[in-house]
């Protein structure tokens, strides 16, 4: 089955976490007085703080704020990481001495292998009934954002079997959902970028992601529901739909270039999600079709993740 949602911060933290087979990584929580930055190699460097022992990889995503220059702080990503020195992009830093209190956040998640599984359960109150399916795992995940409107997901699932009873599986009371406000393709989805930055001379009117970890039921002799769930390749798939501007993005869909997608759905808290796919190619297009007159023309990419070699995915999540 299917469970669809509005997107919210820590609304699909461990939801996240079961289609990519994995966990997200220590947070990083660091405040230190002897942080600076610096303009030549756009880099942040310490004096006394380690950086290969506060949870920060090549690739991943951190929230700077604390510096006096309103430049150096936000969201950057880590290029490189030394014991002394970050270098990262996504931010233009302004030299700064250190002196402040700069703190760093962040957890990401990538691929994984670990196979994750979840018990649901209905409850219809009025009769007391509870409906269950347990050994339930995540074969697809799917992000839709359009102009205008909330940003939707849906997680779909394959399990083991269902079950009805007069009293829930679970142990102990359930625990409340979080209450952030839903995101929207307005406020909220911000920095959309490809190649490493901004998409510049147009805009986006949609974007939308689909992860297909090609689950499959294992039946056996004796057993009603599935014995088993096999795990086939994880695919990450998505669309964009710009207005149609120039010749670079369907330029590198004629040329079979490798590129990278990333955005951000971040909440007026500061709280939320980045999305990168490191590694992209274009598989196909609408060749930007002149749908009559009067009407925008519209150039429509699909496109494909590939593993990354260095970080190792298809497609990461960093949360905040």
């Known amino acids: 089955g299917e469970i669809n949602c509005e997107l919210s911060a820590a609304l699909l933290d461990d939801r996240l976490e079961g289609p990519r087979f994995g966990d997200f990584s220590t947070a990083v929580a660091s405040a230190a007085t002897d942080l600076s930055a610096a303009n030549a190699d756009n880099s942040i460097?310490?004096?006394?703080?380690d950086f290969t022992a506060e949870n920060i990889s090549a690739g991943q995503w951190i929230k700077v704020a604390g510096f006096t220059d309103a430049a150096n702080n936000g969201f950057c990503r880590v290029t490189s990481v030394a014991a002394s020195k970050l270098v990262v992009t996504g931010l233009t830093l302004t030299d700064e001495a250190a002196g402040?209190?700069?703190?760093?956040?962040?957890?990401?998640?990538?691929?994984?292998?670990?196979?994750k599984s979840y018990t649901l359960e209905k409850k219809f109150a009025d009769i007391t009934q509870f409906i269950s399916y347990t050994g339930m795992i995540v074969s697809?995940?799917?992000?839709?954002?359009?102009?205008?409107?909330?940003?939707t997901g849906s997680l779909g699932f394959m399990g083991k079997d269902g079950a009805i009873a007069q009293v829930t599986v679970g142990t102990g009371?359930?625990?409340?959902?979080p209450t952030g406000t839903p995101c929207n393709a307005v406020s909220n989805v911000v920095n959309?970028?490809?190649?490493?930055?901004a998409i510049s001379g147009t805009y986006a009117k949609s974007l939308s992601l689909a992860l297909s970890n090609a689950l499959r039921g294992q039946k056996?002799?004796?057993?009603l529901g599935n014995a088993g769930i096999g795990v086939g390749r994880c695919e990450v798939t998505g669309s964009i739909s710009l207005y149609f501007e120039d010749e670079t993005l369907y330029e590198k869909f004629i040329d079979n270039t490798e590129t990278s997608i990333d955005f951000r759905v971040i909440d007026g808290s500061g709280n939320g999600y980045i999305f990168t796919l490191p590694r992209?190619?274009?598989?196909?297009?609408?060749?930007?079709?002149?749908?009559?007159?009067?009407?925008?023309?519209?150039?429509?990419?699909?496109?494909q993740a590939i593993r990354h070699a260095t970080y190792d995915c298809t497609l990461q999540v960093d949360k905040f």
């Open 140 to 151: 697809e995940l799917n992000l839709a954002v359009e102009a205008g409107a909330i940003v």
């Open 173 to 177: 009371g359930p625990t409340a959902a």
């Open 45 to 49: 460097n310490s004096t006394t703080t």
């Open 192 to 197: 959309l970028r490809e190649g490493g930055a």
């Open 280 to 303: 992209v190619k274009y598989s196909s297009s609408n060749d930007a079709e002149v749908s009559g007159g009067d009407q925008d023309v519209m150039l429509d990419l699909q496109f």
């Open 220 to 223: 056996a002799i004796g057993v």
């Open 100 to 115: 402040d209190t700069v703190t760093m956040a962040g957890s990401m998640l990538r691929n994984g292998t670990t196979k």
